[in-house]
């Protein structure tokens, strides 16, 4: 049992528990359950969370694992919710390149208010090749797509591609993101496949963003690290906005001995065209740390 203390009139309390069984040599199951009460500002609010899992580890035709879980979550609220995860992933070696990927789908069905379900695919893959002695590289790809939404016609996906090229001195990545959906608005967000029952603000969203950076070590213990990102999107709801955001960021860190030198600086630019003027911000630091034996 945990407590935490939440201020005057005010306490929080967690109970909880799990179990994993071997049933075969590939063939396992963790369960978990856990147990909350929270009173806050007079009101009392108490739930519960189970969960079950199955793992298979052994490789089919030497590639593919699987794994799927369940999970039920309730309040005293009278809100319920129970979901599904399944994931199979993939693993396999060509000669010197090494592929792997992952799917998931999930399901959500919850209770609030009324009944509905939601769901989502995940996927992603990457491969990774050693090149020459001292330098490698990797690509991957990653994507996300809803399914199954309790509004008509609100829908999300995104996709990214990112690659990375190691040297023995010298690291460079980049990384693209494209995004788009019909959505709804909510407290935190964007809320692309769970709304609140009885919302009807519907906001078409659709943006890309791009970046890379690159580290530099032209002498030992000195770093040297620059990035640059991008991200371009719009929205479109009872308003229009364009939206630009762009950062740099460059950082040193050098270390001698005991002694550490750490410096830094960000530059920060969003736009945001229903808002009105931009946002700038710069920032630096600079630090020296050493460290002590005492004993």
Same mark, same amino acid.
């Given at each position: 049992?945990?407590?935490?203390?939440?201020?005057?009139?005010?306490?929080?309390?967690?109970?909880?528990?799990?179990?994993?069984?071997?049933?075969?040599?590939?063939?396992?199951?963790?369960?978990?359950?856990?147990?909350?009460?929270?009173?806050?500002?007079?009101?009392?609010?108490?739930?519960?969370?189970?969960?079950?899992?199955?793992?298979?580890?052994?490789?089919?035709?030497?590639?593919?694992?699987?794994?799927?879980?369940?999970?039920?979550?309730?309040?005293?609220?009278?809100?319920?919710?129970?979901?599904?995860?399944?994931?199979?992933?993939?693993?396999?070696?060509?000669?010197?390149?090494?592929?792997?990927g992952v799917f998931s789908y999930a399901q959500n069905v919850q209770t609030?208010?009324?009944?509905?379900?939601?769901?989502?695919?995940?996927? $992603?893959?990457? =491969?990774?090749?050693?090149? &020459?002695? %001292?330098?490698?590289?990797?690509? #991957?790809?990653? @994507?996300?797509? /809803?399914?199954?939404?309790?509004?008509?016609?609100?829908?999300?996906?995104?996709?990214?591609?990112?690659?990375?090229?190691?040297?023995?001195?010298?690291?460079?990545?980049?990384?693209?993101?494209? $995004?788009?959906? =019909?959505?709804?608005?909510? &407290?935190? %967000?964007?809320?692309?496949?769970? #709304?609140?029952? @009885?919302?009807? /603000?519907?906001?078409?969203?659709?943006?890309?963003?791009?970046?890379?950076?690159?580290?530099?070590?032209?002498?030992?213990?000195?770093?040297?690290?620059?990035?640059?990102?991008?991200?371009?999107?719009?929205?479109?709801?009872?308003?229009?906005?364009?939206?630009?955001?762009?950062?740099?960021? #460059?950082?040193?860190?050098?270390?001698?001995?005991?002694?550490?030198?750490?410096?830094?600086?960000?530059?920060?630019?969003?736009?945001?065209?229903?808002?009105?003027?931009?946002?700038?911000?710069?920032?630096?630091?600079?630090?020296?740390?050493?460290?002590?034996?005492?004993?």
């Amino acid at each position: 049992m945990q407590g935490l203390s939440l201020g005057a009139g005010a306490h929080s309390s967690t109970v909880g528990g799990g179990a994993t069984y071997q049933f075969t040599r590939f063939l396992s199951g963790t369960t978990q359950a856990t147990y909350y009460d929270q009173e806050y500002l007079g009101k009392s609010y108490t739930g519960t969370f189970l969960s079950g899992t199955v793992s298979y580890g052994k490789r089919l035709l030497d590639m593919f694992t699987f794994s799927g879980s369940v999970v039920d979550t309730s309040n005293g609220q009278g809100t319920n919710a129970l979901g599904f995860v399944g994931n199979v992933n993939f693993f396999h070696r060509i000669q010197g390149w090494q592929l792997a990927g992952v799917f998931s789908y999930a399901q959500n069905v919850q209770t609030l208010l009324v009944t509905y379900t939601t769901s989502y695919f995940q996927y $992603s893959g990457n =491969v990774h090749r050693r090149v &020459a002695p %001292g330098i490698q590289w990797t690509a #991957a790809f990653n @994507g996300m797509h /809803s399914g199954l939404t309790n509004y008509s016609g609100t829908t999300a996906s995104s996709e990214s591609y990112s690659t990375a090229l190691g040297l023995r001195k010298l690291t460079l990545n980049g990384i693209y993101t494209h $995004s788009t959906g =019909v959505s709804l608005l909510g &407290a935190g %967000g964007f809320v692309p496949v769970t #709304a609140t029952p @009885g919302a009807s /603000s519907l906001i078409t969203f659709g943006g890309d963003s791009y970046g890379g950076g690159l580290s530099v070590t032209p002498m030992r213990r000195l770093v040297l690290a620059g990035s640059y990102n991008r991200a371009i999107s719009n929205t479109l709801g009872q308003t229009f906005s364009h939206n630009n955001t762009e950062i740099y960021n #460059a950082q040193l860190q050098y270390h001698l001995r005991r002694v550490g030198l750490q410096a830094g600086y960000t530059r920060f630019t969003q736009g945001i065209s229903a808002a009105g003027l931009p946002a700038n911000t710069t920032s630096y630091f600079a630090g020296i740390s050493r460290w002590f034996d005492f004993f």
